[in-house]
């Protein structure tokens, strides 16, 4: 057995330190009934694919599988400990260890909100809540809870933001077998998208969700946001740009505090052994972050403790927001001996578009234990969501071998 790098045995001490504080809060727990609670989940996986050449990762994280398996790209660890202070008063806080767009695995504060029930069907959170972005938002990181070993990435991929600091309210109300709910939500979040720094200010959307009697579940959501990458190499090229004749082109690029929208549309069916899971999204912004869509199709059969499924997903690039009205053949002195091709190269290096074919099998060992085998068959136009590629790598199809065990407690 190879030994451990020095960087997998740093992500492995912080994930030790999440268990212990996961013990302790177990023993606090026991003590009695009392007005707390603790809960919480994790996933131990291993990803490894058939190329060297690039790395598959969970879009942000900045490495991943690659003929050598990597243990970084799924495992995580959680708790989350619940205060009821009072019949309508209660407060929540989840710290959540995995790989972050740093490249470690040093613990953060994933939900910290205090919650007031107004009614049986109003209640409003303040703090850091979850992202309403995708149908699985608040669930997405307990893949226990879902099919798949990891949600498609060629939807949740477009947007890495999980959490925000700010407020939400949720009015739910039922209708026979019909259950309504509708979720308002307004602040500001931060996140580290391998290695760079983004900010989505003035965060404000809306999500509904139809449960019906026969099993299905819509879905409809819409967010819009100021949008902000902290690049210092994008800034310096937007910088070189307004000084030209082509300040156009350097506003187009920038994306400093430009708008930016999300929208998406899940269907979800669970009813005796047969389960269907789809999402279609869009992506819009005004900036050189591209504009994407993102759809995928699951489907499911359950034989008593065995899911076999398989999914099929696309992540394309509908506009590249940027008008590259620069002549061939501008040289910039100590820059570069063509413009025109730097912007485009710039341009291009935000494409993530690609198709994937999956199949996988979930096994329910325990009532709170899931092993999971997934095979992807990813096929980029370009270089699609992988990292750490070797110059000129793209447009190759690469298999991708996922194993995991999920529990929850």
Known sequence: MNAIPMKKQASARHLLGVAALIAVSGVQAASGDS?????????VGLVATDTDDAEYVVYGQRSGGRKQASAEVD???????????????SAT???????????????????????????????????????????VSDFRDVSFA???????????GQVPISHIDGADLSYQSSFGDTTLTVQLVGGKSKEVVGGTDVEATDFRGVNATVELGNGMTLRVGHVEAKLTVKSASLAGLVGLLRQLPFASVGNEIDPTRKDSSFSGVGLAYDEGNWLVNAEYTKR???????????????????????????????????????????????????????????????VNSQ????????????????????????????????????????????NERVNVLSLSVDFVF
């Open 75 to 89: 495992s995580k660890l959680a708790v989350q400990l619940g205060v009821k202070f009072t019949s309508m008063f």
């Open 351 to 394: 494409r993530t578009d690609q198709k994937t074919t999956a199949l996988g099998l979930r096994w329910d060992l325990m009532p709170s234990v899931a092993m999971k085998a997934q095979w992807e068959r990813v096929k980029p136009n370009g270089t699609g969501l992988f990292v750490a590629r070797t110059p000129g790598w793209g």
């Open 146 to 156: 879902n099919t798949w070993l990891r949600p498609p990435q060629d939807v949740y």
């Open 93 to 135: 806080v989840q710290a959540l260890s995995k790989q972050n767009g740093d490249g470690n695995f040093k613990p953060r504060a994933e939900w910290a909100f205090l919650k007031a029930q107004v009614t049986p069907d109003l209640a409003i959170r303040v703090g850091r809540v979850g992202a309403p972005l995708f149908a």
């Open 284 to 346: 819009k912004t005004d900036s050189i972050i591209p504009s994407t869509t993102g759809w995928f199709l699951t489907v499911g059969h359950r034989l008593g403790k065995f899911t076999p499924y398989a999914t099929l997903s696309e992540l394309k690039r509908d506009d590249t927001n940027v008008n590259n009205a620069i002549p061939p053949g501008v040289a910039i002195p100590g820059v570069t001996a063509d413009l025109r091709a730097l912007v485009e190269g710039t």
């Open 35 to 43: 007005m707390f609670s603790i809960s919480g989940f994790g996933t």
